[in-house]
């Protein structure tokens, strides 16, 4: 059983580092960043974590001082939390009067004027080894 269990994981990850390979071969001058599930990152005794290849994908984020990575959500992004984050509905000329039609547009302007960095995002995962283990 344990092999069975074992063969299907490397599929997976052969799976993933393709799609993988296929996105540096598509995307050569984006910079590859790893997310990593907190799960894997459990405390901090230790100086390495066991983690395994999960999906990958071409996407923006931000780095925000007091709210960590903020993803732009392959062009959908959650337009209000980010501009709530960002800016002052006042100082954008948006009030509670302006109806979500005309008003989204205007968020969703104001968050694409962030800095915003393209990479490849590489999510690390929990093995399932591991979980299976558990």
């Given at each position: 059983?344990?092999?069975?269990?074992?063969?299907?994981?490397?599929?997976?990850?052969?799976?993933?580092?393709?799609?993988?390979?296929?996105?540096?071969?598509?995307?050569?001058?984006?910079?590859?960043?790893?997310?990593?599930?907190?799960?894997?990152?459990?405390?901090?005794?230790?100086?390495?974590?066991?983690?395994?290849?999960?999906?990958?994908?071409?996407?923006?984020?931000?780095?925000?001082?007091?709210?960590?990575?903020?993803?732009?959500?392959?062009?959908?992004?959650?337009?209000?939390?980010?501009?709530?984050?960002?800016?002052?509905?006042?100082?954008?000329?948006?009030?509670?009067?302006?109806?979500?039609?005309?008003?989204?547009?205007?968020?969703?302007?104001?968050?694409?004027?962030?800095?915003?960095?393209?990479?490849?995002?590489?999510?690390i995962d929990l093995p399932e080894t591991?979980?299976?283990?558990?």
């Open positions: 059983m344990k092999d069975v269990v074992l063969k299907a994981v490397m599929q997976k990850q052969t799976d993933n580092l393709k799609e993988l390979f296929k996105l540096i071969e598509k995307h050569p001058d984006l910079p590859i960043v790893a997310m990593v599930d907190s799960d894997v990152v459990a405390d901090d005794c230790y100086c390495y974590w066991l983690g395994e290849w999960g999906k990958c994908e071409v996407d923006k984020y931000i780095v925000h001082e007091n709210y960590g990575v903020i993803f732009y959500e392959q062009g959908r992004p959650d337009t209000v939390d980010i501009f709530e984050k960002y800016f002052d509905y006042e100082e954008c000329g948006i009030d509670e009067d302006l109806p979500d039609e005309k008003a989204l547009p205007l968020m969703k302007e104001k968050i694409d004027t962030l800095d915003w960095t393209e990479a490849i995002i590489v999510y591991i979980l299976r283990e558990v």
